[in-house]
């Protein structure tokens, strides 16, 4: 055999064995996330969601009869879910409608006043 035949012999084994290694690479299935998934049933609504920071995903559970929204997470140290958050969206919601201002949330039937010294159109 001569060096020619071996050389192309070579080559034709790398790309072979090259494209056999992209093939496998490009056609193995990506990671499966979970963020954005939502369920909801008759009394609760279950998210999953994820933190970008310290890539961990979040359950939040809004129990609608009590009104209460439980943020959990899994502790893979413990392997564990524990509780992060408990929440009462009732109070959230007051909070909410008095306003960052501190004052009186405004009253949805009563048109809103134009400011002292203009007239209204």
Do not use: C, W
């Amino acid at each position: 055999m001569d060096s020619k035949n071996f050389a192309i012999g070579i080559l034709s084994t790398t790309a072979v064995i090259l494209l056999v290694g992209v093939v496998v690479v490009h056609t193995r299935p990506g990671p499966a996330f979970a963020d954005g998934m939502t369920i909801v049933g008759r009394d609760y609504s279950l998210v999953v969601g994820a933190l970008t920071n310290t890539d961990e995903e979040l359950l939040y559970v809004i129990n609608a009869p009590t009104n209460k929204l439980a943020v959990y997470r899994f502790d893979p140290a413990a392997k564990a879910i524990e509780l992060l958050e408990g929440v009462d969206l009732a109070e959230m919601r007051k909070a909410s409608r008095t306003g960052n201002s501190g004052g009186k949330a405004p009253d949805p039937k009563r048109p809103a006043q134009p400011p002292k010294g203009k007239k209204n159109p």
